[in-house]
């Protein structure tokens, strides 16, 4: 095939051997208008329906009577939606014809939802468009519509499972705690959160609380990493139990636990703080008809207008190593 020689006419091509043109044939040659037709209205997987101007249907492809429990596309002549939808949708879809009738502008691929005999949500992606007779005239619209329900259904199974995915990165699979990604996470936030508060003129106080279990190596070479896990799970169900709705419990790492007391000042936390180290103290963890007595070290400190979780972090750790240092089974802060 030759090129196009920029001084030729533009619809006109120079022919070597073996050109072919691309489009050698009328569409008409190929095929007839009857079999264009039937082409559509019996092998098309899409619903191709034309309607009227009163919206009622007088010329259906098989896959658009398929779907309503018919076999024959004549048998839904002289319908319309409202034999076979709820009337709001029916309602709607009539609105959304006149609205194409009036204005000539086609709606394309517009997301609907229908229930059907059955009680099932059925989706549709469809595209509505005027219908002109030989003089240019509106005499009724022409749609097309494709049942995507399974997308959908598909499309929110990979949501849910994502969501999965994302609370497993955040969460602790031993604790069930947020785990230290969320700690930090949650931590910067809360740190701009109260200081933009406090930018404002408001009293805003906060706490942060360190704790771990007093002689956990000891428990894990007494009793078994078995029993470890176990205690862990415990130490981590108590404070779920005990702590505030507003409070957020972490496990730091290890034995490590952190808590962020929302709206909290200091001696408030202190008062939380020793509450849930007497309540550990007193409930031993029983094992097999055997007590495991449990304790905990608590480090706090308040938001003293720190610029980052570091500052907060080192302040916490630093009351919780004086607490361990000082006997255990004790809150410092």
């Known amino acids: ?7 030729d006419d533009p619809k006109s091509f120079v022919e070597g051997p073996g050109y072919v043109p691309l489009y050698s044939h009328q569409p008409s040659a190929l095929l007839s208008d009857t079999l264009i037709l039937d082409t559509l209205l019996y092998q098309s997987q ?16 098989r896959a ?40 000539g502008i086609p709606m394309i691929d517009r997301v609907e939802q229908a229930v059907n005999s059955k009680g099932e949500v059925i989706v549709y992606l469809s595209c509505k468009y005027p219908l002109y007779d030989q003089n240019g005239k509106i005499v009724g619209t022409w749609g097309i ?16 499972v994502n969501a999965k995915l994302t609370a497993l990165a955040l969460i602790d699979e031993l604790s069930g705690l947020y785990n230290q990604r969320q700690f930090n996470n949650l931590l910067k936030i809360t740190i701009d959160l109260f200081t933009r508060k406090r930018i404002g003129g408001l009293k805003a106080d906060f706490c942060l609380i360190y704790l771990d279990i007093d002689r956990f ?6 009793y078994g990493h078995v029993t470890g896990d176990a205690v862990i799970r415990y130490i981590a169900g108590q404070l779920m139990a005990h702590i505030r709705s507003s409070d957020t419990a972490f496990r730091y790492g290890g034995d490590e636990y952190a808590l962020i007391l929302q709206d909290t000042d200091l001696p408030t936390g202190r ?21 495991i007595p449990l304790t905990v070290s608590l480090g706090i400190i308040d938001y003293h207008d720190e610029k980052t979780a570091g500052e907060l972090v080192q302040r916490a750790d630093t009351k919780l190593y004086q607490a361990k240092s000082e006997g255990r ?3 410092r802060g």
């Open 1 to 7: 095939m030759k090129r196009r020689d920029s001084s």
């Open 46 to 61: 899409d619903t191709i329906y034309f309607k009227d101007v009163d919206s009622r249907f007088f010329l259906n492809n």
């Open 64 to 103: 658009h009577v398929l779907q309503f429990g018919k076999n024959n596309p004549d048998e839904l002549i002289g319908m319309s939606d409202v034999d076979f939808f709820p009337k709001v949708f029916a309602d709607m879809c009539r609105q959304d014809e006149l609205l194409v009738m009036k204005t």
């Open 145 to 160: 519509s494709r049942n995507i329900t399974k997308l959908v259904k598909a499309e929110e199974e990979i949501a849910q």
């Open 217 to 222: 190596k000891h428990i894990n070479d007494t």
């Open 271 to 291: 008062i939380l703080g020793e509450s849930l180290r007497r309540i550990i103290e007193r409930n031993p963890l029983v094992m097999d008809g055997t007590e």
């Open 329 to 331: 089974n004790c809150l």
